[in-house]
């Protein structure tokens, strides 16, 4: 989800910052300012703001930056399939920009609501390898799925936030080898501390062919830690989760322009016909 906001704050002279890009309108609005906005908003939201703030008059200055504190959401959903034969994983699905791309390897990784280009994705063996691994076939109805690399070590999925985003843990899926129910199954989300955010003990579907599906809803600022199953024989698959970005609050960017030597305009002026 994405939520705007406009936050208006009028400088002496004109100046691009980082992650900021020149509003085109493309249609007259006669708007007496340089509009500068945060290039992950669609401009088609960049335009029906900047209508609003017109209409109501809310244009100060010579420089309006638009949507500061705004917060965008994207989200990837790793998928261990599209492979005919075992793969190891270390770092499949980190710092994703576009789909089947990214470090790592093994099968493809999906669009949610965008990609996680400040979400690193890592896998561990717990207590015998900084690995896990991938088998595409057998896992109940699951199209691939992620497991551990030995029966009765805990395998450890970790999604850890960089560069001022969080993470949110949206869901996963689970199923049995092969097409095997699991009972007395342990299911957990830890932070960076091992403290146990979400948990589960119970069955794991696979027969019929099926799968168990798991709705989390997590949000962290630190790494989030999925652990699961006490033997090899479950794996995991569809793990979504979303990258949530929010560009500074106006106090910092004023921080940044008083660092420029930018004078800083507080006073409201008239501007005719807005």
């Not at 979504?240 to 609050?249: G, Q, R, W």
Request: charged fraction near 15%; glycine fraction near 12%; proline fraction near 6%.
């Amino acid at each position: 989800m994405t939520h705007f906001a406009l936050r208006k704050f009028a400088y002496l002279g004109p100046v691009v910052l980082a992650g900021l890009q020149k509003y085109e309108p493309t249609r007259t609005l006669d708007v007496p300012v340089t509009v500068l906005y945060d290039n992950r908003i669609p401009p088609a939201k960049v335009e029906e703001d900047v209508m609003s703030a017109k209409k109501s008059g809310q244009f100060l200055g010579v420089l309006t930056l638009f949507a500061l504190g705004a917060s965008t959401a994207g989200a990837s959903i790793l998928e261990f399939e599209n492979l005919s034969t075992y793969a190891s994983l270390y770092t499949y699905g980190s710092n994703m920009t576009s789909a089947c791309t990214g470090s790592g390897q093994a099968g493809c990784v999906g669009e949610g609501n965008g990609f996680t280009p400040d979400i690193a994705v890592s896998y561990a063996t717990l207590g015998y390898a900084a690995e896990m691994a991938q088998w595409p076939t057998g896992y109940g109805n699951l199209p691939g799925a992620a497991y551990s690399l030995m029966s009765g070590n805990t395998p450890d999925i970790t999604l850890t936030p960089q560069n001022g985003a969080t993470v949110t843990l949206n869901s996963f899926e689970l199923a049995g080898y092969y097409e095997t129910d699991y009972s007395n199954q342990p299911v957990e989300v830890l932070d960076a501390d091992n403290n146990i955010l979400w948990s589960y003990t119970g069955n794991i579907s696979g027969s019929g062919p099926s799968s168990t599906q798991f709705t989390v809803g997590i949000t962290s600022s630190g790494p989030l830690q999925i652990e699961f199953g006490n033997n090899w024989n479950v794996g995991i698959e569809d793990i979504n989760f979303d990258e949530n970005v929010s560009a500074p609050e106006p106090a910092a960017w004023l921080l940044l322009v008083s660092g420029l030597g930018l004078g800083v305009l507080l006073k409201r002026r008239a501007l005719p016909g807005v």
